[in-house]
Every structure is written in structure tokens, then in C-alpha cells.
């Protein structure tokens, strides 16, 4: 069965600084990998996803991602937040029909 | 863009109580899911649906929980006695295929039902 861990439950950055979150998933075939985020008050969002090619993938609002097969790893970059980016941030994977979620890293951004 | 409308926004219900939540998927859309999340925690696949009958659940979904498509438009989840422990955001799903190789293009989420138990 998939699995989905994150290592950062909370984060604090102030505006402009470089913004890396840990996402490692487990799963024993072939995997698309996800990165959600929810801002608060509102749904959850696709911010980008891999399923194949480029394992750099570059999603909305300035967010990429870099799936790297050996290390069983999504993480997540931006290398510079604004206060706007203040949000839970989640990664999921999907093997088989359903999509598995990680526990979600809340990002705080000092204005 | 097309959207998942999920309604109510929010629902305040007494335990014991039995609770619908309602979504309508996209239109072209063949299968249907529900997500919840407990305040705090993460986001937990509840139910898959497709073709008229539950194609998986977990382990949460048991006999209080189920799922209808009544009309070919509606997606509801029934919570047949509610408990405190069922507060929670419930998400609905839908998406297009299963197909592998576009992965979850057409997996689109719904704004969430916040239910809330007393």
C-alpha cells in the first residue's frame, strides 16, 4: 500500500526567503506524486503533479517540485515566499485509483 | 472551468443524528470519491465509486457510512448516526478516467461540507 510522509509539520519563513518542504512516499509500483495546498478558509488546490518525463516539474504560482526515484522523494521549492503563500501544503501519491495524502505541512509567512 | 459543488458549506448536526452530504461532480466525470479531514489532521480517502457501486473504501467507512447516485447528477455521502468523532471536512471527488498515463488530470476536488457534531 502507498504511503506518504512529510517531515515538517509547521514552518515559519519571513517574505523572500527560499522555501524547501520534505515529502517521502512509499509504493512499490508506479506512482504520480502530488503537491495540494489548502489557504485557509478554502478547498484544496492542485499545485502540481508528476506522472512521467521531467522529473522537475513546475506547477502554479512559482512552485516546483523534483521527484527523485532513488530517494523516494517529491520535495517541494520556491525560492522566494511571499506572505500570500501562507497555507497547508500537502503531498499525495496515487498508485492505485485513490489518492493517499501526507499529514500536511502548515507554512507560515511573516510579512 | 468546470467544478465539483459540494453543499451545504457547513452543517452543525446532534449526535445520533443522521446527516446527507450532498455533491454535485463534474458532468462528464465517471468516477466519484469522498475525502475527509479531521481538524488538524490529514486528508483520508473515505470511498470510491464508480459504474453504480462502491469500488473501494477504507476502513473508516463502515456501516454508518453510505453512498448514493440517485439521480445521475448527485453524489451524496449518508451518515446514518452520527458521532462527535465524525466532525470533520468531507471532500468530494470526480474525475474523468482511470487511465494511468494522465493520472489524475480530471481529479477534481470539491470546496468541502465542514460537518460539525454536538
Known amino acids: 500500500a502507498q504511503s506518504v510522509s512529510q517531515h515538517n509539520h509547521h514552518v515559519i519563513l519571513s517574505e523572500a526567503a527560499s522555501l524547501e518542504l520534505g515529502c517521502n512516499y512509499s509504493?512499490?509500483?508506479?506512482?504520480?506524486l502530488f503537491w495540494y495546498v489548502q489557504y485557509p478558509g478554502q478547498h484544496l488546490q492542485l499545485l502540481l503533479k508528476?506522472?512521467?518525463?521531467?522529473?522537475l516539474v513546475k506547477g502554479i504560482k512559482g512552485f516546483e517540485a523534483e521527484f527523485i526515484k532513488s530517494k523516494f522523494s517529491f520535495n517541494l521549492r520556491k525560492p522566494s515566499v511571499q506572505w500570500s503563500d501562507t497555507a497547508e501544503y500537502f503531498c499525495?501519491?496515487?498508485?492505485?485509483?485513490?489518492?493517499?495524502f501526507g499529514k500536511g505541512t502548515r507554512l507560515h509567512i511573516l510579512p | 472551468e468546470p467544478e465539483v459543488t459540494q453543499t451545504p458549506s457547513h452543517q452543525v448536526t446532534q449526535m445520533g443524528q443522521e446527516v446527507i452530504l450532498r455533491c454535485v461532480p463534474i458532468?462528464?466525470?465517471?468516477?466519484f470519491y469522498w475525502y475527509r479531514q479531521i481538524l488538524g489532521q490529514k486528508v483520508e480517502f473515505l470511498v470510491s465509486?464508480?459504474?453504480?457501486?462502491?469500488?473501494?473504501k477504507s476502513e473508516i467507512f463502515d456501516d454508518q457510512f453510505s453512498v448514493e447516485r440517485p439521480d445521475g447528477s448527485n453524489f451524496t455521502l449518508k451518515i446514518r448516526s452520527t458521532k462527535l468523532e465524525d466532525s470533520a471536512m468531507y471532500f468530494c471527488?470526480?474525475?474523468?478516467?482511470?487511465?494511468?498515463?494522465?493520472?489524475?488530470?480530471?481529479?477534481?476536488f470539491g470546496s468541502g461540507t465542514r460537518l460539525t457534531v454536538v
Open positions: 471527488a470526480s474525475r474523468s478516467t482511470l487511465d494511468q498515463g494522465q493520472g489524475a488530470k480530471g481529479y477534481t
Open positions: 509504493y512499490g509500483g508506479t506512482v504520480n
Open positions: 508528476y506522472f512521467s518525463g521531467d522529473p
Open positions: 499525495a501519491v496515487k498508485g492505485d485509483d485513490k489518492i493517499i
Open positions: 458532468s462528464n466525470h465517471l468516477y
Open positions: 465509486f464508480y459504474n453504480n457501486e462502491i469500488s473501494e
